[in-house]
């Protein structure tokens, strides 16, 4: 098996196969310049060689390994070799076998699911400690022997203090989630998951799992994450990079609608009732209405001079035209073209008839000849100004009666501007743009797309992310207690319809591995006044710690506990009702202690998704009382802290709040 002085000598040799892969990346730069047949290929090798070369030059630095498997005689493939596992391939010396296995690789799969009742052929599982980058320790289960017990390593590297952004968990990896991280790519699946169960992770691994295994087909199609705000997201940045994986766009749904639908940022906010409106996906209806009511139907003939001819094509054969041209369902635009296409094939049948060839030149001059009809009956037209006619609202009656009155007076114009270029947009308004975009022209689909904190996306949000994954697959996470947005989903079933994936997978992680179980079961009391079908979380961890603090002046209890919290390892959120940030960051200020990269101080509407080592919760009651689903935010608050939670309030708790004992 090896000793630790083996095993640090595994770890140069692991170094000095990392050096030849570099020094080969760079070596094939150079050679692949000349090897290609012709320009082309040549572009595309060197793009290729310098993308991988630039890889290797900028892996993350850490640990080559974590694990190592060894084989035993229950295995007829692998039987008598050992195996070191970790976060990429390393390639042996001389193209003999490599130091070091990917993984993701299918041999892997057995460090995560081998135990000591099914060994899966494994005789010895071994788990490594490392302080940086210097090998310090290991542990051994032998399997075929029955010999299984809590892991110490383990345990440390999930209890490790957490500074900075969120990192891997290809170390700690849990059967149950690895059966999802491994889901075949065609499969959309939607994980419940409870606080700390780890279902952000386990999506982002999902997609450097699918990488790996559908390298081709995925890099054509490409992998889309999509995040609930950009704090979000540059928690997460540093996951995929470390894992191998840096060609996956990663953004959140208002950055991916905004680029192809208005030009300028948004500069006006909706009402609630507005909001509620625009996001119901009754729109949808509203938006195509207005769409395809601009397609009049043609009156008259349409003639087309052509040097000493002129063309005609009748008023009843454009109609049988365009008619055929809307019952194929086609995108707006498409359909357009479509028209301009068949009207110029019955003019070249005619011209054809006569003896007249119908080069390129000739179908571009009868093409633009047409397009006077075209603007007439089927008019171009770009998504702001669809939208800006309906939010004008219905010229005399409100509409087809999708919506009420009362509801096209929530999201008309007070005052509506003079013109679509000084129209003010919206949030909601990207969506209904993006609805509208699409019904003109098909947008940009992926092979893959994984959105996170799903509970919180409005139907009509969920349509946006539906056509971008319509022949790609899902990965759908979020927690139904979670859910903080007045439109939020009430069950996973509904929500994975509205995806356009009815059919797909839903599996609940219920296992905690970095909330400790006492601030568990403080949130857990929580949840029978959500009104959410969950099942209640259990911790994997018995450390931690919880207080409950009343004071006289909260930002002195603040202060007083963020003074103390510094003491320990790790990151520190302090979290609060959004009004109340700026006072307790002044007051944490004036003390001396700066937000920096230890301390941060954020309002609880973007605590959603973070997590920290310490977390100080000032005045529950506030954040309960600050929206419509200020519970549900309470809840998001109470469960960022993986090693101590402390609340302090000068108020009373809300009464849906278990009363622990409180701190004199």
Known sequence: MGTLDDERQYVERCKAGLRRMLEGARDNVIIGETVAGDRYSAERLGRHLKSLAKELSEEPEGPPFFGRLDFGAGSAEHRGRAYHIGR?????????????????????????????????GVAVRRRFGWSGTTLTSFEDERLERGEEGESRILAAEIERPRVGPMRDIVATIQPEQDDLVRAELDTSICVQGAP????????????????????????????????????????????????????????????LLAPSTVPVPVTAADSEAAA?????????GVLRGALYRRIAKPVEPVAVADGSYRWRVPEDELRRIVDDTRRESLPYGVGRERVRARIVAAIQRQAEARGQTAGAAWTRKISRAVTPFLDAVWPAVKPEEVLYEVLRGPAESPGDGALTEAEWEAITWARPPRSVKSAKWTTA????????????????????????????????????????????????????????????????????????????????????????????????????????????????????????TRVSVLEKGVVEAAREAMAFEGS??????????????????????????????????????????????????????AERRGLNRLYVALTRAVSRLDVVHSRPLPPQLSHPTEAA
């Open 196 to 255: 700390g169960t780890g279902k952000t992770a386990v999506g982002l691994h999902r997609a450097a799992y699918l990488l790996y295994a559908h390298r081709q087909r995925l890099e054509r199609s490409g992998v889309l994450v999509l995040g609930p705000n950009r704090a979000f997201l540059g928690y997460i940045s540093a996951v995929l990079p470390a894992l191998g994986e840096v060609d996956v766009e990663q953004t959140t749904l208002e950055r």
């Open 429 to 548: 308004d990207l969506v209904l743009l993006d609805e509208i975009a699409a019904l003109i022209e098909r947008p940009r689909g992926y092979g893959h797309v994984i959105v996170d904190e799903a509970q919180d996306l409005s139907p009509m949000e969920c349509r946006a992310v539906a056509r971008r994954a319509e022949h790609g697959s899902l990965t759908v996470l979020g927690d139904l207690a979670q859910g903080t947005t007045p439109w939020a989903a009430a069950s996973w079933p509904e929500r994975m319809a509205l995806l356009g994936k009815p059919d797909g997978q839903i599996i609940a992680l219920t296992t905690g591995f970095r909330v400790p179980a006492a601030v568990v079961e403080l949130a857990n009391t929580l949840l029978a006044a959500l009104g959410t079908q969950v099942p209640a979380t259990r911790s994997y961890r018995s450390d931690g710690r919880l207080r409950v």
């Open 88 to 120: 990429r391939h390393i390639t042996g010396e001389h193209g003999g076998p490599p130091v070091v296995i990917d993984w993701r690789a299918p041999v892997s799969r057995a460090f995560y699911r081998a135990s000591a009742r099914d060994p899966q």
């Open 572 to 625: 520190i959120g302090v979290i609060a009702a959004d009004a109340d940030v700026e006072a307790l960051a002044s007051a944490l200020r004036d003390e001396g202690l700066d937000a920096g990269e230890r301390l941060t101080v954020l309002p609880a509407s973007l605590a959603k998704g973070l997590e920290y080592d310490h977390v100080i919760l000032a005045e529950p009651a506030a954040v309960a009382e």
């Open 276 to 284: 509620l409106v625009k996001h119901d996906v009754r729109m949808a």
